[in-house]
Protein backbone atom coordinates (compact mmCIF):
# COMPACT_ATOMS: atom_id res chain seq x y z
CA UNK A 1 0.00 0.00 0.00
CA UNK A 2 2.80 2.02 0.82
CA UNK A 3 4.79 2.01 -2.07
CA UNK A 4 1.91 2.13 -4.41
CA UNK A 5 1.06 5.36 -2.64
CA UNK A 6 4.62 6.34 -3.21
CA UNK A 7 4.41 5.85 -6.59
CA UNK A 8 1.08 7.50 -7.77
CA UNK A 9 1.85 10.71 -5.90
CA UNK A 10 5.97 11.33 -6.14
CA UNK A 11 5.10 13.30 -9.33
CA UNK A 12 2.64 15.69 -9.12
CA UNK A 13 -0.52 15.79 -10.44
CA UNK A 14 -0.92 18.47 -13.57
CA UNK A 15 -3.26 19.96 -15.56
CA UNK A 16 -3.69 17.05 -18.02
CA UNK A 17 -3.94 14.62 -15.40
CA UNK A 18 -7.16 14.39 -16.22
CA UNK A 19 -7.76 14.24 -19.83
CA UNK A 20 -8.51 10.28 -19.69
CA UNK A 21 -11.79 11.12 -18.47
CA UNK A 22 -12.98 13.26 -21.34
CA UNK A 23 -15.63 11.41 -22.83
CA UNK A 24 -14.70 11.34 -26.08
CA UNK A 25 -11.95 10.04 -25.58
CA UNK A 26 -13.59 7.37 -23.58
CA UNK A 27 -16.20 6.56 -26.14
CA UNK A 28 -13.47 5.73 -28.65
CA UNK A 29 -12.19 2.82 -26.59
CA UNK A 30 -13.09 -0.80 -28.27
CA UNK A 31 -15.43 -2.43 -26.27
CA UNK A 32 -15.01 -5.01 -23.76
CA UNK A 33 -12.05 -2.75 -22.41
CA UNK A 34 -13.02 -0.23 -19.43
CA UNK A 35 -15.74 1.31 -21.71
CA UNK A 36 -17.58 -0.76 -20.24
CA UNK A 37 -17.27 1.05 -16.39
CA UNK A 38 -19.39 4.47 -17.51
CA UNK A 39 -19.24 5.37 -13.73
CA UNK A 40 -15.33 6.40 -14.04
CA UNK A 41 -16.32 10.21 -12.94
CA UNK A 42 -17.55 8.87 -9.57
CA UNK A 43 -14.22 6.85 -8.86
CA UNK A 44 -12.62 6.78 -5.65
CA UNK A 45 -9.07 8.89 -5.41
CA UNK A 46 -6.21 6.48 -4.34
CA UNK A 47 -5.44 6.47 -0.21
CA UNK A 48 -2.68 8.60 0.78
CA UNK A 49 0.01 7.97 3.04
CA UNK A 50 -1.99 10.06 5.62
CA UNK A 51 -4.96 7.60 4.95
CA UNK A 52 -2.84 4.76 5.31
CA UNK A 53 -1.70 5.60 8.31
CA UNK A 54 -5.13 6.62 9.83
CA UNK A 55 -6.82 3.35 8.97
CA UNK A 56 -3.29 1.36 10.30
CA UNK A 57 -3.84 3.08 13.77
CA UNK A 58 -7.74 1.64 14.16
CA UNK A 59 -6.31 -1.87 13.79
CA UNK A 60 -5.94 -4.07 17.10
CA UNK A 61 -2.74 -5.98 16.53
CA UNK A 62 -2.72 -9.83 17.64
CA UNK A 63 -0.31 -13.03 17.61
CA UNK A 64 -0.82 -16.17 16.07
CA UNK A 65 -3.28 -17.86 17.95
CA UNK A 66 -4.25 -15.17 19.86
CA UNK A 67 -8.13 -15.29 20.78
CA UNK A 68 -9.99 -11.60 21.10
CA UNK A 69 -13.17 -11.47 22.73
CA UNK A 70 -15.97 -9.37 20.80
CA UNK A 71 -18.70 -8.05 22.77
CA UNK A 72 -18.72 -10.94 24.84
CA UNK A 73 -20.24 -13.17 22.71
CA UNK A 74 -17.77 -13.95 19.56
CA UNK A 75 -14.41 -14.69 19.90
CA UNK A 76 -12.07 -14.71 16.92
CA UNK A 77 -8.77 -16.23 16.50
CA UNK A 78 -5.90 -16.18 14.29
CA UNK A 79 -4.30 -18.67 12.53
CA UNK A 80 -0.89 -18.72 10.14
CA UNK A 81 -2.35 -19.02 6.40
CA UNK A 82 1.77 -20.51 5.58
CA UNK A 83 1.67 -17.82 2.57
CA UNK A 84 3.50 -14.78 3.64
CA UNK A 85 4.63 -13.27 6.79
CA UNK A 86 1.62 -12.13 9.29
CA UNK A 87 -0.65 -13.71 6.55
CA UNK A 88 -4.34 -15.53 8.73
CA UNK A 89 -6.87 -17.55 8.82
CA UNK A 90 -9.58 -17.22 10.95
CA UNK A 91 -11.73 -18.89 13.49
CA UNK A 92 -15.33 -17.23 14.66
CA UNK A 93 -17.16 -19.38 17.14
CA UNK A 94 -19.95 -18.67 19.44
CA UNK A 95 -20.32 -20.94 22.48
CA UNK A 96 -22.45 -23.32 19.82
CA UNK A 97 -20.97 -22.78 16.24
CA UNK A 98 -17.95 -22.66 14.72
CA UNK A 99 -17.18 -20.39 11.28
CA UNK A 100 -13.69 -20.79 9.85
CA UNK A 101 -12.17 -18.20 7.10
CA UNK A 102 -9.31 -19.91 4.76
CA UNK A 103 -8.08 -16.82 2.93
CA UNK A 104 -5.10 -16.89 0.59
CA UNK A 105 -3.08 -19.92 2.01
CA UNK A 106 -0.55 -22.25 1.37
CA UNK A 107 0.93 -25.93 2.30
CA UNK A 108 4.63 -25.26 0.75
CA UNK A 109 7.16 -25.25 3.01
CA UNK A 110 8.84 -21.76 2.57
CA UNK A 111 9.81 -18.82 5.20
CA UNK A 112 6.49 -18.30 6.60
CA UNK A 113 4.94 -20.06 9.81
CA UNK A 114 3.24 -22.90 8.20
CA UNK A 115 -0.25 -23.62 7.71
CA UNK A 116 -2.31 -23.99 10.80
CA UNK A 117 -4.82 -26.53 9.76
CA UNK A 118 -6.10 -28.59 13.48
CA UNK A 119 -8.15 -25.58 14.44
CA UNK A 120 -10.33 -25.38 10.84
CA UNK A 121 -11.83 -29.09 11.13
CA UNK A 122 -15.67 -29.80 12.31
CA UNK A 123 -16.21 -26.47 11.95
CA UNK A 124 -20.56 -25.75 11.03
CA UNK A 125 -19.43 -23.00 8.33
CA UNK A 126 -16.23 -23.32 6.39
CA UNK A 127 -15.72 -19.85 3.92
CA UNK A 128 -12.62 -20.54 1.38
CA UNK A 129 -11.41 -17.77 -0.45
CA UNK A 130 -7.29 -16.73 -2.09
CA UNK A 131 -7.65 -20.21 -4.51
CA UNK A 132 -4.85 -20.47 -7.44
CA UNK A 133 -6.36 -21.26 -10.59
CA UNK A 134 -3.14 -22.27 -12.13
CA UNK A 135 -2.50 -26.16 -10.91
CA UNK A 136 -0.04 -26.62 -13.77
CA UNK A 137 2.74 -24.09 -12.66
CA UNK A 138 4.53 -25.72 -9.58
CA UNK A 139 6.30 -23.15 -7.47
CA UNK A 140 9.22 -24.84 -7.04
CA UNK A 141 9.08 -25.60 -11.09
CA UNK A 142 8.87 -22.32 -11.97
CA UNK A 143 11.80 -21.19 -9.42
CA UNK A 144 14.20 -23.15 -11.32
CA UNK A 145 13.30 -22.44 -14.97
CA UNK A 146 13.28 -18.26 -13.56
CA UNK A 147 16.91 -18.92 -12.52
CA UNK A 148 18.05 -21.11 -15.56
CA UNK A 149 16.83 -17.84 -17.34
CA UNK A 150 18.52 -15.32 -15.43
CA UNK A 151 21.83 -17.20 -15.68
CA UNK A 152 21.65 -17.38 -19.34
CA UNK A 153 20.98 -13.46 -19.71
CA UNK A 154 23.71 -12.55 -17.33
CA UNK A 155 26.03 -14.87 -18.91
CA UNK A 156 25.26 -13.54 -22.65
CA UNK A 157 26.31 -9.83 -20.74
CA UNK A 158 22.32 -8.94 -20.41
CA UNK A 159 20.60 -7.06 -17.72
CA UNK A 160 17.49 -8.92 -15.60
CA UNK A 161 14.44 -6.71 -14.79
CA UNK A 162 11.90 -8.94 -12.32
CA UNK A 163 9.23 -6.67 -11.59
CA UNK A 164 7.23 -7.26 -8.88
CA UNK A 165 5.52 -6.42 -5.37
CA UNK A 166 8.26 -5.40 -2.26
CA UNK A 167 7.13 -8.17 0.29
CA UNK A 168 6.01 -12.30 -0.17
CA UNK A 169 7.53 -14.10 -2.97
CA UNK A 170 10.30 -11.50 -2.92
CA UNK A 171 11.96 -13.14 0.34
CA UNK A 172 12.09 -16.47 -1.30
CA UNK A 173 13.81 -14.96 -4.91
CA UNK A 174 16.21 -13.27 -2.99
CA UNK A 175 17.43 -16.50 -0.64
CA UNK A 176 17.20 -18.93 -3.84
CA UNK A 177 18.72 -16.20 -6.09
CA UNK A 178 21.92 -15.90 -3.69
CA UNK A 179 22.62 -19.44 -3.77
CA UNK A 180 22.17 -19.88 -7.50
CA UNK A 181 24.33 -16.98 -8.33
CA UNK A 182 27.09 -18.75 -6.50
CA UNK A 183 26.65 -21.83 -7.86
CA UNK A 184 26.67 -20.25 -11.22
CA UNK A 185 29.98 -18.54 -11.16
CA UNK A 186 28.00 -15.29 -10.83
CA UNK A 187 29.05 -13.51 -7.61
CA UNK A 188 30.17 -10.98 -9.09
CA UNK A 189 27.13 -9.56 -10.69
CA UNK A 190 24.88 -7.03 -8.50
CA UNK A 191 21.61 -7.22 -7.21
CA UNK A 192 19.29 -3.89 -6.46
CA UNK A 193 16.48 -3.81 -4.98
CA UNK A 194 14.51 -0.24 -5.84
CA UNK A 195 11.32 0.57 -4.01
CA UNK A 196 10.07 3.22 -1.31
CA UNK A 197 9.71 0.91 1.10
CA UNK A 198 12.96 -1.56 0.35
CA UNK A 199 15.16 -0.98 3.35
CA UNK A 200 11.72 -1.18 5.94
CA UNK A 201 10.92 -4.15 4.05
CA UNK A 202 13.79 -6.27 4.44
CA UNK A 203 14.40 -5.13 7.80
CA UNK A 204 11.10 -6.26 8.84
CA UNK A 205 11.44 -9.36 7.71
CA UNK A 206 14.06 -10.27 10.17
CA UNK A 207 12.19 -8.75 13.07
CA UNK A 208 9.12 -10.48 13.18
CA UNK A 209 10.13 -13.94 14.40
CA UNK A 210 6.68 -15.34 15.23
CA UNK A 211 5.69 -14.65 11.59
CA UNK A 212 8.47 -17.36 10.50
CA UNK A 213 8.83 -21.07 9.96
CA UNK A 214 10.63 -22.96 12.69
CA UNK A 215 14.01 -23.46 11.04
CA UNK A 216 14.58 -19.54 10.66
CA UNK A 217 12.92 -18.78 14.23
CA UNK A 218 15.20 -20.28 15.53
CA UNK A 219 18.17 -18.58 14.27
CA UNK A 220 16.63 -15.44 15.14
CA UNK A 221 17.32 -16.55 18.93
CA UNK A 222 20.80 -18.17 18.24
CA UNK A 223 21.13 -14.73 17.50
CA UNK A 224 21.68 -15.49 13.33
CA UNK A 225 19.81 -13.50 10.68
CA UNK A 226 17.17 -15.69 9.46
CA UNK A 227 17.27 -14.72 6.20
CA UNK A 228 20.43 -15.00 4.03
CA UNK A 229 19.80 -11.47 2.10
CA UNK A 230 20.96 -9.63 5.82
CA UNK A 231 24.35 -11.45 4.55
CA UNK A 232 23.86 -10.55 1.06
CA UNK A 233 23.35 -6.87 2.08
CA UNK A 234 26.85 -7.14 4.13
CA UNK A 235 29.25 -8.39 1.21
CA UNK A 236 27.73 -5.31 -0.92
CA UNK A 237 26.38 -7.72 -3.63
CA UNK A 238 22.47 -6.56 -2.70
CA UNK A 239 22.15 -3.19 -2.53
CA UNK A 240 18.24 -1.41 -1.92
CA UNK A 241 17.14 2.01 -3.03
CA UNK A 242 14.17 4.16 -2.45
CA UNK A 243 13.89 5.36 -6.30
CA UNK A 244 16.60 5.58 -9.32
CA UNK A 245 17.47 8.66 -8.04
CA UNK A 246 20.76 9.73 -5.81
CA UNK A 247 22.91 7.04 -4.47
CA UNK A 248 21.76 4.34 -7.31
CA UNK A 249 24.06 6.03 -9.83
CA UNK A 250 27.19 5.81 -8.20
CA UNK A 251 27.32 2.35 -7.78
CA UNK A 252 25.14 1.17 -11.29
CA UNK A 253 27.21 -1.68 -12.98
CA UNK A 254 25.92 -3.70 -15.26
CA UNK A 255 25.21 -6.62 -16.06
CA UNK A 256 22.66 -6.57 -12.88
CA UNK A 257 19.37 -8.22 -11.70
CA UNK A 258 16.99 -5.37 -10.51
CA UNK A 259 13.64 -6.28 -8.40
CA UNK A 260 11.59 -3.19 -8.31
CA UNK A 261 7.27 -2.37 -8.67
CA UNK A 262 4.97 -1.75 -10.33
CA UNK A 263 4.46 -5.56 -11.40
CA UNK A 264 1.83 -3.84 -13.89
CA UNK A 265 4.70 -1.83 -15.65
CA UNK A 266 2.00 1.12 -15.88
CA UNK A 267 3.84 2.72 -12.36
CA UNK A 268 6.93 2.41 -10.06
CA UNK A 269 10.47 2.25 -11.70
CA UNK A 270 9.89 -0.75 -13.80
CA UNK A 271 8.69 1.54 -16.20
CA UNK A 272 12.66 3.36 -16.71
CA UNK A 273 14.44 -0.05 -16.41
CA UNK A 274 11.69 -0.94 -19.19
CA UNK A 275 12.12 1.88 -21.51
CA UNK A 276 15.77 1.55 -20.93
CA UNK A 277 16.66 -1.69 -21.44
CA UNK A 278 13.43 -3.00 -24.20
CA UNK A 279 15.78 -2.38 -26.88
CA UNK A 280 18.35 -5.09 -26.48
CA UNK A 281 17.83 -8.71 -26.72
CA UNK A 282 20.57 -8.69 -24.52
CA UNK A 283 17.95 -7.98 -21.71
CA UNK A 284 15.10 -9.78 -19.77
CA UNK A 285 12.51 -9.02 -18.31
CA UNK A 286 10.99 -11.79 -16.39
CA UNK A 287 7.55 -11.63 -14.60
CA UNK A 288 6.81 -14.11 -11.41
CA UNK A 289 3.50 -12.04 -9.95
CA UNK A 290 0.11 -14.66 -11.32
CA UNK A 291 -2.35 -11.33 -10.87
CA UNK A 292 -1.08 -9.50 -14.01
CA UNK A 293 -1.49 -10.94 -17.60
CA UNK A 294 2.02 -10.18 -18.97
CA UNK A 295 1.41 -9.44 -22.61
CA UNK A 296 -1.04 -7.05 -21.49
CA UNK A 297 1.63 -5.49 -19.35
CA UNK A 298 4.01 -5.31 -22.31
CA UNK A 299 1.82 -3.87 -24.59
CA UNK A 300 2.56 -0.34 -23.89
CA UNK A 301 6.28 -1.05 -24.92
CA UNK A 302 6.04 -2.64 -28.59
CA UNK A 303 7.79 -2.89 -30.35
CA UNK A 304 9.96 -4.71 -27.62
CA UNK A 305 13.62 -6.30 -28.39
CA UNK A 306 14.24 -7.54 -25.11
CA UNK A 307 13.22 -11.20 -24.16
CA UNK A 308 10.08 -11.37 -21.95
CA UNK A 309 9.76 -14.79 -19.97
CA UNK A 310 6.17 -15.33 -17.74
CA UNK A 311 7.19 -17.87 -14.36
CA UNK A 312 3.94 -17.05 -12.33
CA UNK A 313 5.27 -18.16 -8.99
CA UNK A 314 1.78 -18.94 -6.67
CA UNK A 315 2.19 -20.90 -3.57
CA UNK A 316 -1.66 -20.46 -2.84
CA UNK A 317 -3.98 -23.44 -2.54
CA UNK A 318 -4.74 -24.61 -5.87
CA UNK A 319 -8.63 -26.85 -6.25
CA UNK A 320 -6.83 -30.06 -5.87
CA UNK A 321 -4.97 -29.28 -2.94
CA UNK A 322 -8.15 -27.43 -1.39
CA UNK A 323 -10.07 -30.24 -2.30
CA UNK A 324 -7.81 -32.63 -0.17
CA UNK A 325 -8.05 -30.38 2.88
CA UNK A 326 -11.92 -29.80 2.17
CA UNK A 327 -12.15 -33.91 3.13
CA UNK A 328 -9.66 -33.01 5.94
CA UNK A 329 -11.66 -30.21 6.90
CA UNK A 330 -15.10 -31.79 6.87
CA UNK A 331 -17.26 -29.01 7.78
CA UNK A 332 -20.64 -28.84 7.52
CA UNK A 333 -21.29 -26.65 4.62
CA UNK A 334 -18.97 -24.66 2.49
CA UNK A 335 -19.11 -20.54 1.34
CA UNK A 336 -17.15 -19.91 -1.92
CA UNK A 337 -16.83 -18.15 -4.88
CA UNK A 338 -19.09 -19.49 -7.41
CA UNK A 339 -16.64 -19.52 -10.10
CA UNK A 340 -14.59 -22.29 -7.50
CA UNK A 341 -17.61 -23.98 -7.75
CA UNK A 342 -18.32 -27.07 -10.54
CA UNK A 343 -20.39 -25.95 -13.30
CA UNK A 344 -21.44 -26.64 -16.92
CA UNK A 345 -18.21 -24.94 -18.42
CA UNK A 346 -15.83 -26.91 -15.56
CA UNK A 347 -15.28 -30.58 -16.22
CA UNK A 348 -15.48 -32.53 -12.94
CA UNK A 349 -11.70 -33.02 -12.61
CA UNK A 350 -10.55 -31.85 -9.01
CA UNK A 351 -8.07 -29.89 -10.38
CA UNK A 352 -10.04 -27.49 -12.13
CA UNK A 353 -12.57 -26.93 -9.38
CA UNK A 354 -13.83 -27.54 -5.85
CA UNK A 355 -16.02 -30.66 -5.29
CA UNK A 356 -17.78 -29.91 -1.93
CA UNK A 357 -19.22 -33.21 -0.82
CA UNK A 358 -20.97 -31.52 1.64
CA UNK A 359 -23.57 -28.18 1.64
CA UNK A 360 -22.57 -25.39 -0.38
CA UNK A 361 -23.36 -21.86 -1.41
CA UNK A 362 -21.86 -19.94 -3.75
CA UNK A 363 -21.10 -16.07 -3.75
CA UNK A 364 -21.23 -13.64 -6.24
CA UNK A 365 -20.32 -10.00 -5.98
CA UNK A 366 -23.04 -7.74 -4.99
CA UNK A 367 -25.12 -10.58 -4.06
CA UNK A 368 -26.42 -11.84 -0.13
CA UNK A 369 -26.41 -15.52 0.68
CA UNK A 370 -28.73 -16.51 3.87
CA UNK A 371 -26.85 -19.52 5.41
CA UNK A 372 -28.88 -21.32 8.07
CA UNK A 373 -27.12 -21.60 11.67
CA UNK A 374 -28.45 -23.56 14.45
CA UNK A 375 -28.95 -20.84 17.23
CA UNK A 376 -30.54 -23.22 19.98
CA UNK A 377 -28.83 -22.47 22.79
CA UNK A 378 -27.36 -19.79 24.85
CA UNK A 379 -24.80 -20.00 27.73
CA UNK A 380 -26.09 -19.32 31.36
CA UNK A 381 -24.23 -18.67 34.32
CA UNK A 382 -25.63 -20.11 37.32
CA UNK A 383 -25.09 -18.29 40.86
CA UNK A 384 -23.10 -20.26 43.21
CA UNK A 385 -25.79 -19.46 46.21
CA UNK A 386 -28.60 -21.31 43.60
CA UNK A 387 -26.30 -24.32 42.70
CA UNK A 388 -25.98 -25.23 45.70
CA UNK A 389 -29.53 -25.60 46.39
CA UNK A 390 -30.36 -27.71 43.34
CA UNK A 391 -30.75 -31.47 43.32
CA UNK A 392 -30.60 -32.88 39.35
CA UNK A 393 -31.89 -36.50 39.46
CA UNK A 394 -30.08 -38.87 37.34
CA UNK A 395 -32.09 -39.95 34.02
CA UNK A 396 -29.65 -41.33 31.94
CA UNK A 397 -25.66 -42.31 32.88
CA UNK A 398 -23.85 -39.26 32.65
CA UNK A 399 -27.17 -36.89 32.59
CA UNK A 400 -28.87 -35.24 35.33
CA UNK A 401 -31.92 -32.87 35.05
CA UNK A 402 -33.19 -30.47 37.96
CA UNK A 403 -35.80 -28.03 37.53
CA UNK A 404 -34.67 -24.43 38.26
CA UNK A 405 -36.71 -21.25 39.63
CA UNK A 406 -34.70 -17.82 39.30
CA UNK A 407 -33.94 -14.46 37.91
CA UNK A 408 -32.39 -14.56 34.74
CA UNK A 409 -30.32 -10.96 34.38
CA UNK A 410 -28.51 -10.22 30.35
CA UNK A 411 -25.37 -8.02 30.11
CA UNK A 412 -22.88 -7.17 27.61
CA UNK A 413 -24.08 -10.74 25.96
CA UNK A 414 -23.48 -12.96 29.34
CA UNK A 415 -26.55 -14.64 30.95
CA UNK A 416 -26.40 -15.04 34.93
CA UNK A 417 -29.46 -16.58 36.90
CA UNK A 418 -29.66 -16.21 40.47
CA UNK A 419 -31.93 -17.00 43.48
CA UNK A 420 -35.43 -14.82 43.36
CA UNK A 421 -35.42 -12.05 45.65
CA UNK A 422 -37.78 -13.06 48.64
CA UNK A 423 -40.96 -11.02 47.62
CA UNK A 424 -40.58 -12.31 44.31
CA UNK A 425 -40.71 -16.74 45.58
CA UNK A 426 -43.92 -18.76 45.22
CA UNK A 427 -45.19 -20.38 48.40
CA UNK A 428 -44.81 -23.07 46.35
CA UNK A 429 -43.19 -24.89 43.42
CA UNK A 430 -44.99 -27.40 41.78
CA UNK A 431 -42.68 -30.65 39.98
CA UNK A 432 -41.95 -30.69 36.62
CA UNK A 433 -41.83 -33.94 34.92
CA UNK A 434 -39.23 -35.42 32.84
CA UNK A 435 -38.91 -38.64 30.30
CA UNK A 436 -40.80 -40.41 28.01
CA UNK A 437 -43.83 -42.64 29.04
CA UNK A 438 -43.38 -46.60 28.00
CA UNK A 439 -46.98 -48.07 26.75
CA UNK A 440 -45.80 -51.05 27.46
CA UNK A 441 -44.93 -50.30 30.88
CA UNK A 442 -48.35 -47.99 31.86
CA UNK A 443 -50.56 -51.40 30.28
CA UNK A 444 -48.16 -53.68 32.54
CA UNK A 445 -48.78 -51.25 35.80
CA UNK A 446 -52.49 -51.29 34.90
CA UNK A 447 -52.70 -55.19 34.65
CA UNK A 448 -50.80 -56.00 38.12
CA UNK A 449 -51.05 -53.36 40.19
CA UNK A 450 -54.45 -52.26 39.88
CA UNK A 451 -56.05 -55.59 38.45
CA UNK A 452 -56.77 -53.56 35.22
CA UNK A 453 -57.11 -55.37 31.71
CA UNK A 454 -59.26 -54.07 29.57
CA UNK A 455 -57.10 -51.56 27.63
CA UNK A 456 -57.81 -50.62 24.10
CA UNK A 457 -54.74 -48.76 22.36
CA UNK A 458 -55.08 -47.01 18.96
CA UNK A 459 -53.46 -44.29 17.30
CA UNK A 460 -49.95 -43.98 14.76
CA UNK A 461 -46.68 -44.33 16.30
CA UNK A 462 -46.24 -40.35 17.03
CA UNK A 463 -49.44 -40.55 19.50
CA UNK A 464 -51.13 -43.22 20.88
CA UNK A 465 -54.93 -43.30 22.73
CA UNK A 466 -55.48 -46.01 25.13
CA UNK A 467 -59.28 -46.75 25.75
CA UNK A 468 -59.75 -48.05 29.43
CA UNK A 469 -62.39 -50.24 30.96
CA UNK A 470 -64.45 -49.52 28.11
CA UNK A 471 -64.54 -45.76 27.48
CA UNK A 472 -64.79 -45.17 31.21
CA UNK A 473 -61.12 -43.02 30.80
CA UNK A 474 -59.10 -42.10 27.76
CA UNK A 475 -55.12 -41.65 27.82
CA UNK A 476 -53.37 -39.76 25.32
CA UNK A 477 -49.74 -40.33 25.08
CA UNK A 478 -47.37 -38.26 22.89
CA UNK A 479 -44.32 -37.35 22.94
CA UNK A 480 -44.65 -33.61 24.35
CA UNK A 481 -47.36 -34.68 26.31
CA UNK A 482 -49.65 -36.81 28.44
CA UNK A 483 -53.15 -35.94 29.03
CA UNK A 484 -55.86 -38.16 30.67
CA UNK A 485 -59.83 -37.23 29.79
CA UNK A 486 -62.93 -38.62 30.05
CA UNK A 487 -63.24 -39.73 33.23
CA UNK A 488 -65.74 -39.14 35.60
CA UNK A 489 -64.18 -41.85 38.13
CA UNK A 490 -62.62 -39.51 40.87
CA UNK A 491 -60.56 -42.95 41.94
CA UNK A 492 -59.54 -44.65 38.66
CA UNK A 493 -58.08 -40.83 37.64
CA UNK A 494 -56.28 -40.84 41.07
CA UNK A 495 -54.99 -44.27 39.91
CA UNK A 496 -54.16 -43.17 36.07
CA UNK A 497 -51.98 -39.80 37.80
CA UNK A 498 -49.97 -41.57 40.32
CA UNK A 499 -48.66 -44.20 37.93
CA UNK A 500 -47.86 -41.56 35.30
CA UNK A 501 -45.72 -40.20 37.99
CA UNK A 502 -43.97 -43.12 38.97
CA UNK A 503 -43.18 -44.24 35.28
CA UNK A 504 -41.77 -40.38 34.90
CA UNK A 505 -38.96 -38.44 36.65
CA UNK A 506 -40.12 -35.45 38.84
CA UNK A 507 -37.73 -32.66 39.66
Known amino acids: MEELSHYIYRAPPTDHSAQWKNDSLWS????????????????????????????????????????????????????????????????????????????SSSTFTTHPCPMERARLKSADILIMSGLTNAPSANPDTMLAELCTRMAQTLKNGGNVLIPCYPTGVLYDLLECLKAYLDSANLSNVPVYFISPVAKSSLSFSNIFAEWLCDAKKTKVYLPEQPFPHAEFIKSGRLRHFPNIHGDLGSV?????????GHPSLRCGDSVHFMEAWGGSSKNAVIFTEPDFEYLHALAPYQPLHMKAYYFPIDPRLNFFVANKLLNEFAPRCLVTADSYLPSAAHSQKENVCLQPEMQYYGLTRGRAVTIPLDGKFQKIMLDPELASKLLPQEIFPGVSVTSVLGLLSSRNNQHTLAPLPPHHRPHTVGKLLWGELSIEAFVQALRDQHGIVDVVIEGTEEAKTLNILGGKATVLISPEKTTIRDCADDKLRAILRDLVFRLLVQV
Open 252 to 260: YQTPCVVFT
Open 28 to 103: SLPDGTLKESSDFHNWKELYTMEGIQKAISRIQPISYSETIDLFHHVKVTALSSGFCLGSCNWIIETEYNKVAYIS
